[in-house]
């Protein structure tokens, strides 16, 4: 996974790249605009972390100028704007994520990861959260390790979950993407469809949990 | 030393009294003008009467046979004179001045003593014994050898005199008295009309402040004269919008001045080795960058004009908050929930800000629930946003301060407690926009309530 992290602040770029590397990432550096067009010009980034108050210029520049190539990489906009409009600005001009300083290392890590797993993103195929794993395509769940069966509507939610970890998925989300399913849907049907998927990875040794925020949604969280 | 201006002094009034004053002034300077020179008129009208009453006498004079002469006047005049009680007299002479004739006996005595030394012609006075009345004129006139006297009371010139001024004082002051009004009306709606842009002026005035610092007063229809001022006002503004904008422009660079060092901070302490030291300098650097987030948020509230007109739903609003803060209560093994039944409850606000003082009601509500304790969020109709705690509720003397800046409640052992003491004033500033209000009341139970009110409901919604 190789990427290209555009940060002005030296200590923060170089932080972020022993904490990247570590995540297993291969991380390059550029400290402005017309660096990061070098790198972007020779080679393939898998996703790029974007400052956006930068010595030449304005990130979001560099995001249109992407954009407008159809240069399809992620990228996650990493900055010290933190307010409403800020946001909307950058996820409009094509930003796949949004994460404002101070942040910790380890949530850059799972939004990075996050980001790479979507569909469109060069590793679309397998969720990871702690030992449970799913692939996309066969639709098979590893659980601590060994095959665990899930009736179509509970991998699909599974699924739901583990593309956005640590995100509360609203109750309402759900049920639209469950009603594309033949069986109709009773009133306290997720709650019971939750239910047994949680009994599930429960009995099978999983470490993540499934959260409820009652008249909210569920959330997916890992054992840390 | 300057004199104080005098307050509450209405330019109309004072432009109406002193045009009343110049008024009544004029109206006293014209009677007197008026009267005089009917004085004189009268005078000389009078004086020229005198002459033409001796031609009339002298007209009429025949000689008598016997060498005598006989005043023979036609009988319109023979009345005025005999009528006139005393006021009219006339006596015919001879050249030595002995009296041939006369309009009454008592004439002779009565003018003789006065008669001028022949030749002398003219006009001469007359006193007469015995009451106040002014004197007679006289007139003598030299016709043929004779001398023809007549003499006349001032008692007609008077009437004259009077009926001329009442004259004047009915139909001149009948006249003047309604166009003076009329002038003092007209310089009073002028001024009135001439300053009602000043008043749309003073309004748009009254509606500046932070949150609208683009506005400037209207100069549309202003009298030349307060121009300068609306003008002067306008340019001052303009500087208070420059000011203001270079101060709104700190809160981003401050931003990012504070946040990129935290941010190499936060990254660092992410890099050491777990252990205690490093959970302890993890959270103190977390505490700070709240801080600083909640500052700057103060700070973008204060500065920038809130639109509190959007359509906002507030169960949206409780769902966004839930779920932003739904990892923190996760990590703390407190239970976030959204109260059944929860249907849309539309308001008019402004979802961001609405949003982030849910966040902090919800934040406030986690710092100071027990872990395994439950912290529900309820929403009702019209626009009440309620955040409930199993804490250790809020102490009486307590309630009004804590949203105040810079304050906290009491922290009970056990709880995280890691609020910078903006987050509840942040929500009092929110509320406060949105004309609603914020409080905390005691739960049945045990615990906190706060409520959040939004001020305007949807109409009909």
């Keep these: 996974m190789r990427l290209l992290a555009i940060e002005d602040e030296q200590e923060l770029a170089e932080l972020l790249h022993r904490a990247l590397g570590r995540a297993g990432f291969a991380v390059d550096l550029a400290p402005d605009l017309a660096g990061a067009e070098d790198h972007l010009g020779v080679a393939p980034y898998d996703a790029v972390i974007l400052d956006l108050a930068l010595p030449d210029g304005d990130g979001l520049a560099l995001l249109r100028r992407l954009r407008a190539r159809d240069a399809a990489v992620p990228v996650l906009i990493l900055t010290a704007r933190d307010g409403p409009e800020d946001r909307v600005a950058g996820l409009d001009a094509g930003a796949d994520d949004y994460l404002v300083k101070p942040f910790h290392m380890p949530e850059l890590v799972s939004r990075l990861r996050a980001l790479l797993r979507r569909p469109n993103a060069a590793l679309g195929l397998r969720l990871e959260l702690g030992n449970l794993a799913f692939d996309t395509v066969t639709r098979d769940v590893l659980a601590a390790g060994s095959p665990l069966r899930l009736s179509p509507r509970e991998t699909a939610l599974l699924e739901m979950l583990l593309r956005r970890p640590g995100r509360v998925i609203p109750r309402e989300a759900i049920e639209q993407s469950l009603y594309s399913f033949d069986e109709p849907l009773g009133s306290n049907a997720i709650e019971v469809l939750v239910h047994r998927l949680r009994r599930k990875l429960l009995d099978s040794g999983v470490d993540v949990q499934v959260h409820t925020l009652r008249g909210v949604g569920y959330l997916l969280a890992d054992p840390a | ?461």
Excluded: C
């Design chain 2, 1 to 461: 030393m300057r004199q104080p201006a005098r307050a509450g002094s209405s330019l109309s009034a004072r432009l109406a009294w002193r045009l009343a004053a110049v008024m009544v002034l004029a109206v006293g300077l014209a009677g007197a003008a008026v009267g005089w020179r009917s004085i004189a008129t009268i005078h000389s009208l009078d004086d020229a009467a005198l002459q033409g009453l001796a031609r009339s006498v002298a007209r009429h004079l025949v000689r008598a046979p016997g060498g005598g002469i006989k005043v023979a006047l036609p009988p319109a005049l023979a009345v005025r004179f005999r009528y006139s009680d005393g006021a009219m007299l006339y006596l015919v002479l001879d050249g030595a001045n002995h009296v041939l004739a006369g309009s009454d006996p008592a004439a002779g005595t009565l003018l003789a003593p006065f008669l001028p030394r022949p030749p002398a012609a003219g006009l001469f006075q007359v006193p007469r014994a015995g009451h106040d009345a002014p004197p007679m004129v006289g007139y003598l006139r030299r016709d043929h050898g004779l001398g023809i006297v007549v003499a006349q009371g001032r008692e007609q010139r008077e009437a004259l005199v009077n009926s001329l001024m009442s004259d004047f004082m009915v139909t001149g002051l009948g006249l003047l008295l309604p166009i003076g009004a009329a002038a003092v009306l007209i310089g009073v709606l002028t001024i009135r009309a001439g300053l009602r842009p000043l008043r749309v002026a003073s309004a748009a005035a009254a509606r500046v402040d932070p949150a609208n610092a683009g506005m400037r007063l209207p100069q549309a229809g202003l009298p030349r004269e307060v121009l300068p001022l609306v003008s002067a006002v306008n340019a001052a503004l303009a500087r208070l919008e420059r000011g203001l904008t270079v101060q709104r422009r700190f809160a981003g660079e401050a931003a990012h001045a504070l946040r990129t060092p935290l941010a190499v901070l936060t990254a660092r302490l992410d890099d050491l080795p777990e252990g205690a030291e490093a959970v302890a300098l993890r959270r103190d650097a977390d505490r700070m960058a709240r801080l600083v987030d909640q500052m700057l948020k103060m700070a973008r509230l204060e500065g920038l004009p809130l639109d509190t007109s959007q359509p906002v739903d507030l169960r949206a609003v409780a769902v966004e908050a839930i779920s932003d803060l739904a990892p923190l209560a996760i990590r703390q093994g407190i239970e976030l929930s959204l109260k059944d039944p929860a249907a849309p409850v539309p308001v008019r606000g402004n979802h961001a800000a609405l949003a982030l003082a849910a966040a902090n009601l919800i934040e406030n509500a986690l710092a100071y629930a027990p872990p395994g304790s439950a912290v529900e969020v309820e929403i009702a109709p019209p626009g009440t946003l309620r955040v409930l705690d199993r804490g250790p509720g809020v102490a009486e003397p307590e309630r009004a301060r804590i949203f105040e800046r810079f304050q906290h409640g009491h922290r009970p052992a056990g709880t995280s407690g890691n609020g910078a003491g903006l987050g509840l004033a942040i929500v009092a500033e929110i509320a406060a926009a949105h004309r609603g209000s914020v409080g905390v009341a005691e739960r049945g139970g045990g615990g906190a309530v706060f409520t959040l009110q939004i001020g305007r409901p949807v109409a009909g919604g």
